[in-house]
């Protein structure tokens, strides 16, 4: 089925989170190591972003290396920082033609030298595109993220730039790595795994949730459409009821 002719132009997520997952297992199933298909899942990045761009999401965020990751085989690890060098090398050219302005969120000072300044070549190569903001969580951990959000608001606080009075919501969000993006409003979940994985807790509040059981190399454009699709079929209700929505929508 092709789900793009069934999205509505007027509902389109701006913010899509998506949780790459399933590259071990879909080696597995063509007999060669995990590491073998985290080289085959660059099409599926390329089709998601290209696909975001097609309908006018303007924001897709990746779960690409979590900080427990780094608990992984040192051999694995390896890999991924060193496809993570060459793959931004290559889609750069890519990234500049389609306007893709490139970000990256998470304990980044962690990653080998040399993939930090491929990702800051790459960020300020593209800073000026205004297309769709891809942004790649690496060394990515949400309760980390919200335990430094809450050391600078406290530092703050103690320098008396800020009282206890003044916190709200905004507060929180301004401490956030994703302070220059958009609410999340679409999460989808590759492989059949129905968990968070300590993925943007924050921010996902009152995203919806998608979950396939296509394993990430294999996720594709009308994989993404289909579950946009199911994200306009729902009722975002933020805590509303349904009456109070449909008044609104009066």
Known sequence: MNYLSKIDPEKIPQHVAIIMDGNGRWAKQQGMNRIFGHRNALTSVRESVEAASQIGTKAITLYAFSTENWNRPKLEVDALMSLLISSLKKELPGFQKNNIQVKAIGNLSSLPQKAQNTLTDVIEATKENNKV????ALSYGSREEIINAVKHISKKIVNKQLSIEEIDENTINNHLYTVSLPEVDLVIRTSGEQRISNFLLWQIA????????????????????????????????????SEQIENLNE
Do not use: C, I, M
């Open 206 to 241: 009152y995203a919806e949730f998608h979950f396939t059981n296509v394993l990430w190399p294999d996720f594709r454009k009308n994989d993404f459409y289909k579950a946009v699709s199911a994200y306009q079929n729902r009722e975002r209700r933020f805590g509303k009821t």
């Open 133 to 136: 903001v891809l942004t790649f």
